[in-house]
């Protein structure tokens, strides 16, 4: 049952990935619909599947409340063995910029998230979101330093989208119906069954309408070191730090799941933004995200 849940959580995932792809090449998903189809989940779909979740999460006891201060940590870690790779590497500015970023930032939400979800259920979907709550301040403060640093172009950036603070809107009221002791309808139970993987499929399918599934054979080298990063290195130290912080049950399960997320999509709006290297970071979330399927189907029994 656990192999047949993980087999079509991915399943969803690459296929909506592969979909959008597809639709994006033909002409029908363009740069601007893609763009008012992630305005239109983040704002209307987001928020609903946030404050049900968030409203039955178990937050009595500490543990779900240093998931954000370890997935900060972890992503934080990586660092290091990324700037060891750029130091080793011969690459210009705005490539070590493509591979900082791309250490830092993984797929938490689209992917760590929805496999939580498929493998066990609502309660592990909400820590899931509950870990990436470090993960916008830390995108619009250290992302943007990182790429400025190391991107070409430096083009002026606007000032943050406020359709982010519609996500943040929705866990804020799911926690305080929750600390409220309100308790959550039974018509809603089967609400986020539904709506957790269609938000999934429109994030992603508009995502992949924007790719490039081109793995260029010089990037290879570096896509094998970064995927020792987030394969290999942020298990260890996620594995480190839940035991160091006493976690145990679903909170040390999130920590682990998340802690082994391949390269998320941040780092390409970075690279678009900045200057970095578009098609390093594009093939970093390729081959990292191709990888981690496999890569799932031995690391997850090893954790549970």
Same mark, same amino acid.
Not at 265 to 282: A, E
């Given at each position: 049952m656990i192999l047949i849940r993980l087999v079509l959580g991915l399943g969803l995932f690459i296929s909506s990935l592969i979909a959008g792809w597809a639709l994006g090449r033909r002409g029908i998903l363009t740069e601007s619909r893609a763009r008012a189809l992630l305005h239109a989940v983040v704002k209307y779909v987001a928020p609903v599947v946030l404050t049900l979740s968030f409203w039955r999460l178990q937050i009595r006891a500490p543990g779900p409340w240093l998931l954000p201060l370890i997935g900060a940590l972890v992503s934080a870690s990586t660092l290091l063995p990324a700037w060891a790779c750029t130091r080793a590497a011969p690459l210009t500015g705005p490539q070590k910029g493509s591979v900082l970023t791309s250490a830092f930032f993984s797929n938490l939400g689209f992917f760590g998230a929805f496999v939580a979800f498929a493998l066990r259920g609502e309660e592990a979907y909400g820590l899931a979101t509950l870990y990436l709550v470090y993960f916008s301040?830390?995108?619009? !403060? =250290?992302?943007?330093?990182?790429?400025?640093?190391f991107g070409a172009g430096r083009r002026e950036v606007q000032p943050p989208d406020e359709l982010r603070w519609y996500p943040f809107a929705g866990m804020a009221i799911g926690l305080a119906l929750n600390l409220l002791n309100v308790p959550r309808p039974a018509f809603c139970e089967p609400v986020n069954r539904v709506l957790i993987p269609l938000d999934t499929i429109l994030h992603v399918a508009a995502i992949g309408s924007q790719l490039s599934l081109r793995l260029p054979r010089r990037w290879l080298r570096v896509s094998l070191a970064m995927s020792a990063i987030k394969f290999w290195w942020s298990p260890l130290v996620g594995w480190g730090l839940a035991s160091a912080f006493g976690l145990e049950g679903l909170p040390r399960f999130i920590?682990?799941?998340?802690?082994?997320?391949?390269?998320?999509?941040?780092?390409?709006?970075?690279?678009?933004?900045?200057?970095?290297?578009?098609?390093?970071?594009? !093939? =970093?979330f390729v081959f990292t995200t191709l990888l981690a399927v496999p890569w799932l189907l031995v690391y997850l029994p090893w954790i549970r």
């Open positions: 301040p830390c995108f619009y !403060s =250290l992302g943007f330093a990182l790429a400025r640093r920590v682990l799941l998340q802690a082994a997320m391949p390269v998320g999509v941040s780092p390409l709006m970075l690279s678009i933004l900045f200057g970095l290297d578009r098609r390093l970071t594009n !093939s =970093l």
